[in-house]
């Protein structure tokens, strides 16, 4: 069995993260993107990938990263999801990262590793492996756009053979939209030229779904980050909220809930790290862990913001409080690289659980 | 580790496995370390991490060696030798502790009462000091295998005038004492699994005393804890009662509907995710980080064993509408598993009651492990015997 607990350099790399997060982030920081989604993050970005080598985890040492591999990613992942960090460490350094990986392009590696330049996946943020669109001229929602430098396009040439090419900034028209999750902005990308290909046919096929499905695997231990999150401090709350003259945290019905969420949570940590460390395995079992890891980290994501919500009363209702932008990217995850429905549908040929 | 090999070779030597009697292999096997391997040397183990038995059970079965019946003395093998091991003194551990193994002993648990369930602390049977022996007066409840068991582990009351958790105390009890009255307790299921046990100036040396007096509550927690583990453990993907419904899926066409899938994907997902949440929880163990997240294991098993031995009844409803054998059966080897879908949803209803309530096991959860504020308890600090029972 896969070792699902979290080695010494794993914990190392979480408090690097931890510390830098912790130094140029906090709640209102997330919250003020809703205001003004031009609020400059970038320092951010800059800390995270030159004092912790973030941008080139999951590239080789030889092109400059770090040559990290999924376990670590996770890992980041839920300190990433633990403070709702808006940086696109998901969409470019996991998903357009191991897509560039997958056809061996090394010079663009090489700089997204430097952190010089992000890259996106032009399909639906609601894309998932086996499922996304080739050949549109206008694509949207996509994560990860705003700020990308290049863009990985899968292209019908037109006799059903797929190619995957590469654009420039300047061969597409990016438009920002008002998302659910502003903290992951999402915006409308038109395709302006061809841009020259990377991969055709299977190469290209297989590379887009080794990237939508690494960003399955491992957007599931972001969930997992920010699940935990709000179980700690909800738990933290109640400890200390005094209703009819006790702890809420002391009734039963207050704790019955935070027990189950407890056992929740603890069955998604673990199904995200067997997902994490099963994705450098391309077989069934890597992809049954997936599509266990997607639906279930989803679900309960969402069900420990709302939660948290509900446990803090009213005040959890304001825009100062921590749980909104929680919720906010707890549902749009659930919505992302596949529904929870879809991947227990994509389970069920995996399992031989057909209808 | 080499040190293991060897041992595990030299034991199968000495001890040819298609020739020796099963006990004597096991009491050889026990004398050699194997038995548990993280046990101490002189009682059945070696004195390494937990995580090696694995491997020695692995090689001992690859060479057809029998195993011990632990579904038979599941309570002597998951509960009385963990607790003899941290609370006996080494005349017990040495009385007691091969004949389990090697089921020369069966053992039950003389815990709950008719007035104490989830309220263990509780328990009104008394064993009061005469001489050198102790005298027990009390009846018994839900006691598993008390019908062919040789020995018991006991919580009595024997200081009144003390708080409720500070006036128990744990004994070993010989359950061939003449004041022991088993009777069957036929239940739903018209099994009859569990008994009731009265026991009327039981005999019990102070010699089978375990740990000191006024330590029972102490003693029986850390047995409770054992039995957790024991619930939630078993590795196998489609282990539980959804290997059972997913079989039934494969094999049988006319039960698919896509609402049913729908269902059975979904609790397919949340077992799987349970059995990886018990690798984890497993993992943490051997690695030395000790926790009673086992509790919330229980939970998930529980309520899992229920809504899908549910579902099942539902994927075949003439089927459903039927029951396999309602005669009282008296089974050594009580199984979630086995017979009918409708016995397995009858039985899945206790699943949630028995070792701890799946509402105590929210309470263990909520205050040890998420460190909320305990629950309001009326009963804190006075007298068991001015307690309203």
Known sequence: MTDLLYSDVEEALRDSVRSTLDRFIDDDFVSRIYDDPDTDTSPLRRALSDQVGLAGLLIPEELGGSGAGPREAATVLEELGRTVAPVPFLTSAVIATTCLLRVGDRGILSELAEGRATAALLVPWTARRGAWPTGESVIEPVAGAMEADYFLLPVDSGDGTVSLNLLRRVDVDVEQLTSLDMSRPLARVAVRAEGHPLASGDAAVEAVDAALAAGTALMASEQVGLARECLQRTVEYTRTRVQFARPIGSFQSIKHRLADLYLQVVQAQAAARHAAASLAEDDDEARIAQAVAGSWCSDIAVRAAEEALQLHGGIAMTWEHWVHTRLKRAKSDQLALGTPDAHRTDLAPLVDLTA | ?389
């Open chain 2, 1 to 389: 580790m080499p040190e293991l090999d060897d041992k595990v070779r030299d034991l199968l030597s000495h001890y040819d496995p298609a020739t020796t009697d099963k006990a004597e292999f096991l009491g050889a096997r026990f004398d050699a370390g194997l038995a548990w391997v993280h046990f101490p040397r002189g009682r059945g183990g070696l004195g390494v991490s937990r995580g090696e038995q694995e491997r020695v059970d692995a090689l001992l079965a690859a060479a057809g060696a029998p195993a011990p019946d632990v579904g038979r003395n599941s309570i002597g093998m998951g509960m009385a030798a963990p607790t003899l091991l941290a609370f006996g003194d080494a005349d017990q551990q040495e009385r007691y502790l091969r004949r389990i193994y090697t089921c020369e002993d069966i053992w039950c648990q003389l815990f709950s009462e008719p007035g104490a369930g989830s309220d263990l602390a509780a328990v009104a049977t008394r064993a009061r000091l005469d001489g050198d022996t102790w005298i027990v007066d009390g009846q018994k409840v839900w006691t598993s295998g008390a019908h062919h068991a040789q020995r018991a582990i006991l919580v009595a009351r024997t200081d009144s005038s003390v708080p409720k958790h500070a006036g128990l105390t744990y004994f070993v009890v010989d359950m061939s004492d003449p004041g022991v009255e088993v009777r069957p307790l036929r239940q739903i299921t018209g099994e009859a699994e569990f008994n009731e046990v009265f026991l009327s100036g039981v005999r019990v040396p102070n010699s089978d005393r375990i740990g000191d007096v006024g330590q029972g509550w102490k003693v029986a927690t850390a047995t409770l804890n054992n039995e957790r583990v024991a619930i939630g453990a078993g590795a196998a993907r489609e282990a539980g009662q959804i290997g059972v419904v997913a079989d039934r899926w494969r094999r049988d066409p006319s039960v698919r509907t896509p609402g049913a899938q729908a269902e059975l994907l979904a609790w397919w997902v949340e077992t799987e995710v349970t059995r990886l949440a018990g690798v984890r929880l497993r993992q943490q163990l051997e690695a030395g980080v000790p926790g009673p997240e086992s509790s919330a294991m229980k939970l998930a098993f529980a309520r899992q064993a229920q809504e899908i031995s549910g579902l099942a009844l539902e994927l075949a409803p003439e089927e459903g509408l039927l029951y396999d054998d309602w005669t009282m059966t008296r089974t050594e080897r009580p199984s979630f598993l086995g017979r009918g879908p409708g016995f397995r949803y009858l039985r899945a209803k206790g699943n949630s009651i028995e070792g701890g309530t799946s509402e105590i096991m929210r309470n263990v959860v909520a205050e040890r492990v998420l460190g909320l504020p305990a629950d309001h308890r009326p009963d804190k600090g006075i007298p068991f015997k001015e307690v309203p029972r």
